[in-house]
């Protein structure tokens, strides 16, 4: 198994063979996450720049303690995703901090394909950490990991995506990776949000909240961010709460053992009530902890040269 | 000046015939059989078509004001390139086309180059605002063959309504780029099946429809001639198929890319195959297909939409709109006459003879005696790749670009004049 491609750019274009060999390195990351000393010289000497053109602030601190762990340089680079503002093309930008030698560029931005056309037009080995609606394939790979780690397989899992499903890149990047390793997705949310050719997907379509629950093994909510979707997709987060919120009663009708995922942050009350966020079935913050494994897997397999399997045994 | 074209087949609107074309000066002077006319220059067709030349209703020239993209001599230097010996201009240039200052100095800068014949396209509001009528009849007395604000579609259907009433007074038409812009809303390609897989936003057959809807309706309520630009959906011909069986008067276009391509080219964010209206759907595509099969669309347009290189590249998002055209629409539409879709009659109705009658230009549209020797002789057999060699505009957005093509203008002929012998090597 490897890894040959200079980007990581998307769960869509992976084979399942480069899905699983990137899960198999997360995961003996993880074991360095646990030690009192975590910390270890595979990409000293590389250059990881962490180029944010929307605002984040777990994910970009995920990447830089996953590339200081590796004991990269991290740098962060914050800027706006319009170039209008910027005075720079988005290449121009990309170029100049290429130029000063950077080996990785960590992505984020708010446009859909804005990375892939980075990656097109530069040299240097790019992360996608979040494009628009497209791809967030990190948060795909941590969300696996997790859910690898609680049952034991991914195989003929059930798991349900429901939320805003038409503006979640996390969804798309969950629904591309989960179908091909023979997940079993359905998904859910208001008939604003999900796509009117959903069918693209090869998911079932929920039509109720019950039936998004009832018997998933999983449950990965996603956040709802009214205020960038605007306020017509739904009438008032009370409501949004009401209808397809997780609540304990409804978290009942999932298997007993069901896990319960989100991206973060959490609209406590709104998409996630408190105590199922906090309560036994629920995997968000080892969702957290597998991010920055995840994330230390895809900068070593870029960073390292990508056709080496499994970790360099001079690594730890 | 004699020129004598001959050993072609002369393609008219109703029939294909094999023979000569004798021009004296700007005319047609005889279509004959036999060619034992004396000529000045003598072109030899080795049996290849002779169509009337093209005539493009629906092209973006950007000048005045923005010839960075495009100015009017490069913009006929790329239409003769392909075939087209008038074009329509819409008014979207800077300053707008809404006064008769612009719309002569649009002409007149088109004669002095002496390549094409150049029909304007008036705004149908001021500033393309969508609030206060332009002076039709002043602008139409100045030489504009048409009214519309394509692009900036008028949000009003009462602005609208008085735009169709007006304009049809002093013989003219509007045009309407149908779009409810709120539909639309931040929507960079079709909503279908790849904007749901690549997370561009989508914009929805029926944004193009609820105004063609619109429109169709309020030349019923005016009784004037309503043309819809490059219609792109099932349901807009459908609409249009209705308005037709019912005589209201309305006529349509639709572009090369859209009988060609489908949104499948998007799954890559090729922003070269950023359009608007958007490309769509196969079954869509299928259904502009039968319509120009079976006549229901009148003429084929190029919407020809020239952006510098620096403008299409960038995040998909923020690349504008729009692709060249003038020198694709021969190769595409020849295409059709190759699947046996269209015949060459028909061909040359969709992209001659039909415009010609749309903008009232009789003295065109056919190769008769005493029609305006504009021809374009065509070879459809021609392989090639267009390449920045072939290349007449100044911009270089075309999904077409290094492609390989089949079909082009070997000569163009301008009121009697060559202005265009495609380079062999």
Known sequence: ?316 | MKTLLKNCKIVNHDKVTEGNVLIDGEIIASVTAHADEKADKVIDCKGKYAVPGLIDLHVHFRDPGLEYKEDITSGAKAAVAGGVTAVCPMANTKPVNDNRIVTEYMIRKAQSDGLIDLFPIGAMTKGMEGEELTEMGDMTEGGAIGFSDDGKPVCSAEVFRRAAEYASQFGSFVISHAEDKSLAGAGVIHEGEVSAITGLKGIPSECEEVMVARDILMSKLTGAHVHICHISSKGTLELIKWAKSMGYNVTCEVTPHHFTLTEQELLTYDTNCKMNPPLRAQEDVDALIEGLRNGDIDCIVTDHAPHHPDEKAQEFDLAPFGITGLQTMLPLSLALVEKGVIDMPAFVRLTSYNPAKLIKKTDRGEIAVGKLADIAIVDPELEYVFDLTLNKSKSVNTPYMGKKLKGAALYTIKSGKVVFEFPMN
């Open chain 1, 1 to 316: 198994m490897a890894y040959k491609r200079k980007d990581l750019l998307g769960m869509k274009d992976l084979t399942k063979e480069e899905i699983l060999y990137l899960l198999e390195t997360a995961q003996k990351f993880t074991e360095i996450n646990e030690r009192d000393v975590k910390k270890v010289p595979t990409l000293k000497g590389k250059t990881v720049i962490n180029l944010f053109f929307e605002p984040s602030t777990r994910t970009r601190t995920s990447f830089e303690i996953a590339g200081k762990r590796l004991s990269a340089d991290t740098i962060n680079f914050t800027a706006s995703s319009s170039s209008t503002t910027k005075g720079e093309t988005l290449i121009d930008t990309v170029k100049n901090m290429e130029a000063m030698k950077s080996d990785i560029f960590v992505v984020r931005h708010s446009y859909s394909g804005a990375v892939k056309y980075i990656a097109e037009h530069t040299d240097a080995k790019i992360i996608n950490a979040g494009d628009g609606l497209n791809e967030h394939p990190t948060q795909a790979l941590l969300d696996m990991l997790t859910i690898r780690q609680s049952k034991g397989r991914l195989e003929g899992i059930e798991v349900a995506i429901i939320g805003d499903i038409t503006h979640s890149r996390v969804a798309r990047s969950d629904v591309w990776a989960m179908t091909k390793l023979g997940v079993n997705v359905r998904l859910f949310g208001p008939t604003t949000m999900i796509p009117k050719h959903s069918q693209v997907f090869g998911c079932r379509v929920c039509k109720s909240m019950n039936e998004a629950v009832e018997g998933a093994d999983v449950i990965i909510m996603l956040r709802i961010q009214r205020e960038r979707q605007g306020k017509l997709l739904i009438p008032s987060t009370k409501e949004y709460a009401k209808y397809f919120g997780l609540t304990k009663d409804k978290l009942a009708l999932a298997k007993p053992d069901a896990l319960v995922m989100h991206p973060g942050p959490i609209n406590r009350g709104v998409e996630l009530m408190s105590n199922v966020a906090d309560g036994d079935n629920s995997g968000v913050l080892k969702q957290v902890t597998n991010g920055v494994a995840v994330r230390m897997a895809a900068l070593y397999i870029l960073g390292i040269g990508n056709n080496k399997g499994g970790i360099d045994e001079n690594a730890s």
